[in-house]
């Protein structure tokens, strides 16, 4: 079935470490995004990508870095920079930019704290 | 901020039509009405979107009025797996976040 897979499902992270969470897509879209939602809150937009190869930032990016080496992959570090990483995780993708394009979204990965 | 406002919870009987009211009173004219609900610790599911017509799908319909600024989420002949936060979101045209409000918890009582 075609879908967007999101692993692992659960990460731990101790103090100073990098993390990598991994974001794949079997739909053929162009664009990919990596949200973070906290508990009682809504989404935020933390990255976004509409090509391979290139990427922009979103509302909250600081302490975090992706790449897009490929059209299936949009995988999020999340780096030692970034103070306060607990939340649930998002990826997701839509055929394109256009507002009659919905995003579709992966299961997530939710980030703890050692 | 989110430009929607929603019941922050409703009942609804199993196997009765669940209709879940948003209000987008500042809506312009380049920007969809979208309906995504979350499953708690699952990732937000898609249902249905729509810009002046009402729409149907195999999950939901969508009556959106005439002056496009309130919006009505159908569900027919909801289900306990109905059960689930439902975001009411308007989204500008090329614009690539969703901006998540409140939502409203659906209960379904059996």
Redesign the interface.
Known sequence: DGGITQSPKYLFRKEGQNVTLSCEQNLNHDAMYWYRQDPGQGLRLIYYSQIVNDFQKGDIAEGYSVSREKKESFPLTVTSAQKNPTAFYLCASSIGRAGGQPQHFGDGTRLSIL | D?KTTQPTSMDCAEGRAANLPCNHSTISG???V?WYRQIH??????II?G?KNNETNEMASLIITEDRKSSTLILPHATLRDTAVYYCIV????????????GTRLHILP
């Open positions: 989110a380049n920007e969809y979208y610790s699952q990732g937000p599911q898609y979107h810009l989204r500008p045209n090329r614009d690539d976040k969703i901006i998540f409000g409140k």
